[in-house]
């Protein structure tokens, strides 16, 4: 909602209190007297009735200080009723004006009744009906057959079937079918209700907001005119700049440019391809920043993947123009795609250059194949994983023939390069090492055998490996390299496995609801 907004309810407020200082309620009734004008003809007494009444070409009087034209017009004074009828005009001030086709006004209990094309106008506003009744003594005016409040000087509406307007309390209760229109807000709602002291507008039932730059959706709610703050409750959901937020209840600042988010939170960042899901979130455009926590998740849109990525908490940041630059994940990162799995303690995501940030005993794993080193630098291109990057201490395993064996890689500096989501090559850079079992295939003509005859190990400065789910297909190294091949029951135990080796499918998600469930035990 916009400041435009603000100004508009306070005025509505005010032009409908002083509608109805038109009928006075501050002076006792007996005090009342009815002074003809210039141009009342004629004045008769029915004494059947004990109306006076008044004739001839129109009827122009004064009561408390409100003058009355009519066509027509009779006094009970029994009854304390004033009745005109015909061309009813009531004004006071010369700025506020009052007209109807007919007008009952009870001078003792100062309650009136307003018939057929009733309009109530100042030099801004028009409020427009079929039927008013109203009540001085409570305070109440109603309408029950439409009503429409407009502003004259600009594009500004409201409409509603039932009206019930407290001007002492400069309150106002719209029910049915309520559309507020502006040029800067567009309001739709089944019951809206403003109370002056606390300068809200609640809402109640299905309703949809308009603004410039915004579209926001609830079935309850409220909106501070002043503050310019809003709360969205129960099924409430936000759409602005392409961005999308929704949850069961939304605290929203446009003066301080702040989003708070409760209970089922979902932001959807179209342009970035990315969701973030929470019981709990902050964001502030102010500050560039924002936070969500407990059950936090991000959704990672790639090109033939989605990534699930949960932690305790995370930190979001944006640009100067409110895009995503940076997320921060930390305790406990666990991210689970149907081709990607991964765990650490802590992640950094940097948007621009679509870059991901494994720190503190990163694990990943790709169909048989787990990597793991000190910290891990994920690329992605287009959309699509291109590489990842291991730093210290840094392993790639493959596991073969359900655990029986290990393909392996070992190394200081690992780049490990995909296509289409699968591992395709490993380059070790410093202290290389590679252990794998290759395959013999025995075909008969009705059985296909695979056999292991032993295990190739090569250490050299640095080496590539090539791979087929998990496969080694072939192996290229540099600098004086040291190989040996040992039969499987002659390999030696301190041969056996690369330095820093270790598999761990225990910690792997196997669904996306393992996310929540498997914990490495990280300390915050």
């Given at each position: 909602m916009t400041g435009n907004s603000k100004i508009s309810f306070i005025k509505i407020a005010l032009f409908i209190s002083a509608i109805f200082l038109l009928f006075p309620i501050g002076l006792k009734a007996q005090k009342g007297v009815i002074e003809l004008l210039p141009g009342t003809q004629k004045l008769t007494y029915d004494s059947k009735s004990g109306a006076q009444k008044l004739l001839g070409g129109g009827v122009n009087l004064n009561y408390e200080g409100n003058k009355v034209y009519s066509d027509s017009a009779y006094?009970?004074?029994?009854?304390?009723?004033?009745?005109?009828?015909?061309?009813v005009h009531v004004t006071k001030n010369d700025s506020l004006n009052l007209y109807c086709d007919s007008l009952w006004y009870y001078t003792d209990t100062k309650k009136a009744k307003l018939f057929s094309r009733v309009r109530v106008m100042d030099n801004e506003y028009r409020l427009t009906t079929n039927l008013l009744d109203y009540d001085a003594g409570s305070g109440l005016a109603v309408y029950q057959t439409r009503g429409k409040v407009e502003n004259l000087l600009k594009n500004e509406v409201l409409t509603s079937i039932r009206g019930y307007l407290y001007p002492n309390e400069k309150n106002f209760h719209f029910s049915g079918d309520v559309r507020y229109r502006s040029d800067s807000l567009d309001m739709d709602t089944d019951t809206l209700q403003y109370k002056y002291i606390e300068k809200k507008v609640y809402f109640f039932g299905e309703t949809v907001i308009k603004t410039t730059d915004a579209d926001m959706y609830c079935n309850k709610g409220w909106y501070h005119t002043e503050?310019?703050?809003?709360?969205?409750?129960?099924?409430?959901?936000?759409?602005?700049n392409g961005k999308q937020i929704c949850g069961d209840s939304l605290y929203v600042s446009d003066s301080e440019k702040m989003a708070i988010g409760r209970k089922n939170v979902h932001f959807i960042d179209t342009a970035n391809k990315m969701e973030f899901l929470s019981q709990m979130a902050y964001f502030s455009e102010k500050q560039r920043k924002g936070f969500i926590t407990d059950s936090a998740c991000i959704i990672y849109q790639l090109k033939d993947d989605?990534?699930?990525?949960?932690?305790?908490?995370?930190?979001?940041?944006?640009?100067?123009?409110?895009?995503?630059?940076?997320?921060?994940?930390?305790?406990?990162?666990?991210?689970?795609?149907?081709?990607?799995?991964?765990?650490?303690?802590?992640?950094?995501?940097?948007?621009?250059?679509?870059?991901?940030?494994?720190?503190?005993?990163?694990?990943?794993?790709?169909?048989?194949?787990?990597?793991?080193?000190?910290?891990?630098?994920?690329?992605?291109?287009?959309?699509?994983?291109?590489?990842?990057?291991?730093?210290?201490?840094?392993?790639?395993?493959?596991?073969?023939?359900?655990?029986?064996?290990?393909?392996?890689?070992?190394?200081?500096?690992?780049?490990?390069?995909?296509?289409?989501?699968?591992?395709?090559?490993?380059?070790?850079?410093?202290?290389?090492?590679?252990?794998?079992?290759?395959?013999?295939?025995?075909?008969?003509?009705?059985?296909?055998?695979?056999?292991?005859?032993?295990?190739s190990r090569l250490y050299a400065s640095s080496l590539k490996v090539y791979l087929d789910s998990g496969e080694v297909t072939g192996v290229t190294y540099f600098g004086n390299p040291d190989g040996a091949f040992y039969p499987i029951p002659l390999i030696p135990k301190e041969e056996l496995f690369v330095k820093n080796f270790s598999f761990n499918p225990e910690f792997r998600p196997k669904t996306r609801k393992d996310i929540y469930r498997r914990k490495r035990g990280f300390k915050k």
């Open positions: 006094y009970y004074e029994n009854k304390k009723l004033i009745k005109a009828y015909g061309h503050k310019q703050d809003a709360v969205l409750e129960d099924n409430a959901f936000a759409i602005q989605t990534l699930y990525i949960h932690s305790d908490s995370i930190w979001i940041y944006t640009d100067s123009s409110n895009k995503l630059e940076r997320a921060e994940l930390f305790w406990d990162v666990q991210i689970y795609g149907t081709k990607i799995q991964g765990s650490c303690d802590s992640m950094t995501l940097d948007k621009p250059i679509e870059r991901i940030t494994l720190h503190r005993e990163p694990m990943m794993w790709n169909e048989n194949s787990e990597l793991k080193a000190d910290t891990m630098f994920v690329f992605i291109n287009d959309s699509v994983i291109r590489k990842v990057d291991l730093i210290q201490r840094s392993t790639v395993v493959m596991e073969l023939d359900s655990g029986n064996y290990y393909n392996q890689v070992g190394g200081k500096l690992i780049e490990a390069f995909f296509r289409e989501n699968k591992l395709i090559r490993v380059e070790v850079n410093q202290n290389a090492q590679t252990n794998f079992f290759p395959q013999d295939t025995l075909r008969s003509d009705t059985l296909v055998e695979i056999k292991r005859q032993g295990m």
